[in-house]
């Protein structure tokens, strides 16, 4: 039986939009675009981290899927065309989380690669680690909250989805891909991002 809440992702709102050199305007220099939402995740690879354990990754790979993670770690997901071979490997297209309509130069954070690459990915990162960044949104050491990332949906997810999902992340092919530092709130960003989520009006 899976237990996690549906999250909201095939609800969002998107508007993909570039630096430019005069700034950004939300409602002039945009484009719509469609949110792609599940995006396939390779399958697990015996003999890599999950060798006597193929079942249990291969139910991570089930609700890696479900859960869309590759809409947003899996490069040209959001906007584009989705890399196959950079599966889950972080996203050069970041997702800009205040206001689009307060802030000109919105805070801007780009999906990390989260194949077991240890220097670009998640390699280095311990089973709680990963549990505390899918169920609470916490950085490596608990010392942020994860911007963007619908984590609040994944809060419960049961142990042993957590289990799966982190046994499967380990078995996949390590992809060395580097994604762009996050923008800070008043920081211009140099690559592109997309507008992501609900805004109420006053
Ligand atoms: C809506 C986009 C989105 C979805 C869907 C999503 N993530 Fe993320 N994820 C992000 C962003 C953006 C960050 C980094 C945010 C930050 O650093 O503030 C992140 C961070 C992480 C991290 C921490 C890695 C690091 O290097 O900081 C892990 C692990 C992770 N996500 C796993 C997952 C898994 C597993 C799923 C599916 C269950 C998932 N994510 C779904 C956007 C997403």
Redesign the pocket.
Known sequence: MLRFRPTS?GLLFVLASCATDTGIGPLVDYEEVNASTIIDAPSPTPGQSAPGNLYVAERGEYL?EL???G???TDGALVGEPNFERSLAGSQVG?AWNNPLGDRYPAV??????TPDIETG?GK?SDQQ?AN??RAGL??HGE?R?????WQG?ATISDSDIVA?TAY?RSIEPVAHRVPD?VAPGQRATAPFVY?GVYRSR
């Open positions: 992702i890696v859960l869309g993670c809409a947003c770690h997702i954070v780009y999906p990390p690669n989260i998640i990162w990963i960044a899918i950085g490596r942020r994860i911007a963007a990332m619908p994944y999902i992340l996050e992501f």
